[in-house]
């Protein structure tokens, strides 16, 4: 039996110099133990690219994360943190930053765009996904942008022990508390 695939696409909102938190993609809530999902890749890229950045070119550096559980408010050096065990998919990418008649934002090459997360394999989606992500430029005008994502999964199936497992493992554990 083929297994098929689902995709999951949007946008979000994120102001250069700024970040957001617990962008929700989707939420499951069944009583149903035997059901889950294995993201297979996803991606991010920008869907305004005109923006006004100034009178001079610079640098703009996204950073994203995947989570099976909201990660609150935050600090920048928080949201792409491979530590965090909600945090299942992360991704950097650099854009060149050009003043011009048309301000806009061009992708460095590197990734090429649209630019793919890298996924921990070993992961179960039981529960939901939110995206989060800053953004970083030098330059001191921070104009709002649209930002698409596509998020390619799988269904797995699964036993109500391991489906257990997984939902201890996607929520924050706290073992100091």
Same mark, same amino acid.
Request: aromatic share 10%; glycine share 6%; charged share 20%.
């Given at each position: 039996m083929?297994?098929?695939?689902?995709?999951l696409?949007?946008?979000?909102?994120?102001?250069?110099?700024?970040?957001?938190?617990?962008?929700?993609?989707f939420?499951?809530?069944a009583?149903?133990?035997?059901?889950?999902?294995?993201?297979?890749?996803a991606?991010?890229?920008?869907?305004?690219t $005109? *923006? /006004?950045?100034?009178?001079?070119?610079?640098?703009?550096?996204?950073?994203? =994360?995947?989570?099976?559980? #909201? @990660?609150?408010?935050?600090?920048?050096?928080?949201?792409c943190?491979?530590?965090?065990?909600?945090?299942?998919?992360?991704?950097?990418s650099?854009?060149?930053? $050009? *003043? /011009?008649s048309?301000?806009?934002l061009?992708?460095s090459?590197?990734?090429? =765009?649209?630019?793919a997360? #890298? @996924?921990?394999?070993?992961?179960?989606?039981?529960?939901?996904?939110?995206?989060?992500?800053?953004?970083?430029?030098?330059?001191?005008?921070?104009?709002?942008?649209?930002?698409?994502?596509?998020?390619?999964?799988?269904p797995?199936?699964?036993?109500?022990?391991?489906?257990?497992?997984?939902?201890?493992?996607?929520f924050?554990q706290?073992?100091?508390?």
């Amino acid at each position: 039996m083929t297994k098929r695939t689902l995709s999951l696409r949007g946008s979000f909102t994120l102001a250069d110099n700024a970040r957001i938190t617990d962008h929700q993609v989707f939420i499951y809530e069944a009583n149903d133990l035997t059901r889950g999902w294995i993201v297979k890749g996803a991606y991010v890229w920008p869907k305004t690219t $005109r *923006a /006004s950045i100034g009178t001079a070119d610079g640098q703009f550096q996204l950073c994203a =994360s995947i989570a099976t559980d #909201t @990660i609150g408010s935050a600090g920048f050096d928080e949201i792409c943190d491979a530590t965090d065990n909600r945090q299942i998919g992360w991704i950097g990418s650099g854009y060149q930053m $050009r *003043a /011009s008649s048309d301000d806009f934002l061009a992708n460095s090459g590197n990734p090429s =765009s649209p630019d793919a997360f #890298t @996924i921990d394999p070993e992961h179960v989606v039981s529960n939901g996904l939110w995206i989060n992500a800053y953004s970083t430029t030098d330059s001191s005008t921070s104009p709002t942008r649209e930002w698409n994502y596509m998020i390619i999964l799988q269904p797995k199936k699964m036993d109500p022990k391991e489906t257990i497992l997984h939902l201890i493992k996607n929520f924050a554990q706290d073992i100091d508390n």
